[in-house]
């Protein structure tokens, strides 16, 4: 699944601006709206207490005197209709609007009341919402009931204004902190895209280190390691034209060997010749044969030659048990004396690519041990590593050569045999594709050559 960066800041980013703006903008509404719905209420209810002192009891009789100039500012509003209702006693008429709703409905979510005195709800008078304030008082030992009410426009357009008031600022900061935020982004990504192009301009055979030091410190050590993945590839691509080349030589030689001969042998007459010449022709194509197993075998023992699902168990000496009867027919062509010494030993890894690993050990040592010569093999597990000692009492290595004759086509100036100059190359990718290593040491006896491999162990030992 294709993951954009620039879409998930976006979404951490504008998702929780959203919903801060979802939880903010009902609440802002709520802390203006009901303290304003308040203030009406209260106005409604003063015109209301402004009608008690207009009522008199005279004989046990309610009298409201009212003057028409007082009733014609109680009713002047430029916007909403005002109406007012005195009742007396068993809710007896005594002025106002005839009709005027009173009572509040039961269980009104609308209604509020002030000590049992003020009871404010909404209702509907000659067929328009209203807002209604009820206000009881006690005159001269009676109840009386004055009632005020108004129409609701000044509220609906109090919502109305105060939606936009609220919701158009709110739309202007959401888009102006989304364009924000976009171009916040796309500007933070700007390295990003340089990265991109710098690579894009890359040539394959032109592997340039990128400039780490305009990168965000964020993405500064992406940088740095992928400069490292392209000195690791550089050095590769230079070890694989090295590689190539020297193979092409090598190739070369023995090819050009046998044309050579086949050429001399389609003038020569004599039997002797001829069968010569053709035996030189088989040698050189065996050591053909054998220089492209070996770069067969190399290039399997590279980390991507072969898949990981070969892994499994190795008991080490059985594998030497396993491989050893050519070793000793070889060994007894050449006069040399194999001996083993073998302790138990396990590893997990590739058994064919560490069979070859053990083969090149001693065919190498064999070859350049001189007749009448030892060749010993030993195995051990130690700690959590597992030991393959390979040792001759041959010629030797001499100490400054112990390195280069692990690169591949080197071979030690002035040693005889038909070697390829690729068994301790090919020794050397297989320890390191089974997480060791390989080196030459000083032999028991101070004379010949001990080379041994390091792995590490499948399980400790018992």
């Known amino acids: 699944m294709t993951r954009s960066l620039r879409k998930a ?110 009871i404010n709800f909404d209702s509907h008078f000659r067929g328009h919402p209203i807002r209604v304030s009820t206000l009881r008082r006690s005159i001269a030992g009676e109840p009386f009931l004055f009632v005020t009410a108004e129409t609701t426009r000044k509220r609906d357009q109090l919502r109305v204004d105060l939606s936009f008031a609220l919701i158009l600022p709110l739309i202007f900061f959401a888009g102006a902190t989304g364009l924000t935020i976009w171009f916040g982004i796309r500007h933070a990504l700007l390295p990003v895209e340089d990265i991109r192009a710098a690579l894009q301009r890359m040539g394959h055979r032109a592997l340039q280190p990128l400039d780490s030091a305009f990168a965000p410190t964020e993405i500064r050590p992406l940088v740095d390691e992928f400069n490292l993945v392209l000195d690791r590839l550089d050095q590769a691509s230079a070890a694989q034209q090295r590689f190539v080349a020297n193979a092409a030589h090598q190739l070369r030689t023995p090819l050009a060997g046998v044309r050579t001969q086949l050429e001399l042998l389609q003038g020569e007459t004599d039997a002797d010749a001829r069968e010569a010449r053709c035996r030189q022709c088989i040698n050189a194509i065996e050591r053909l044969g054998h220089l492209v197993n070996q770069m067969l075998v190399l290039l399997s023992a590279e980390p991507s030659g072969r898949h990981a699902s070969l892994n499994a168990p190795i008991d080490v000496p059985e594998l030497i048990r396993e491989r050893s009867p050519e070793w000793i027919r070889l060994a ?100 390191r594709g089974f997480g060791g290593e390989v080196q030459a040491l000083d032999p028991a006896g101070c004379r010949g050559t001990r080379l041994q491999v390091r792995l590490p162990a499948s399980q400790p030992p018992d």
Request: net charge negative; proline share 7%.
């Open 9 to 118: 800041l976006l979404l951490w980013l504008l998702l929780p601006a959203g919903l801060a703006v979802a939880t903010f903008l009902p609440l802002a509404y709520h802390l203006i709206h009901q303290p304003a719905m308040e203030a009406f209420d209260q106005a409604l209810a003063d015109a209301g207490l402004a009608l008690v002192p207009h009522l008199e009891v005279s004989s046990g009789e309610p009298r409201f005197v009212f003057p028409a100039a007082a009733e014609q500012v109680l009713r002047t509003d430029r916007v909403d209709e005002i109406y007012f209702l005195v009742l007396g006693p068993g809710e007896r008429f005594i002025a106002g609007d005839i009709g005027l709703p009173h009572a509040a409905p039961d269980k009104d979510s609308n209604s509020e009341s002030d000590d049992g005195e003020r």
């Open 332 to 431: 007894e062509a050449h006069h040399i004396d194999l001996g083993f010494e073998l302790q138990a030993a396990r590893v997990s890894g590739d058994r064919l690519l560490l069979g070859e690993a053990i083969a090149n050990l001693v065919i190498n040592a064999i070859h350049y041990t001189p007749a009448n010569g030892e060749v010993t093999i030993r195995s051990r597990q130690q700690g959590n590593d597992v030991f393959i000692d390979v040792e001759d009492n041959g010629p030797g290595i001499p100490p400054e050569a112990r390195e280069r004759v692990f690169e591949r086509f080197f071979r030690l100036p002035g040693t005889g045999g038909q070697g390829s100059g690729l068994g301790l190359a090919i020794v050397r990718e297989i320890a």
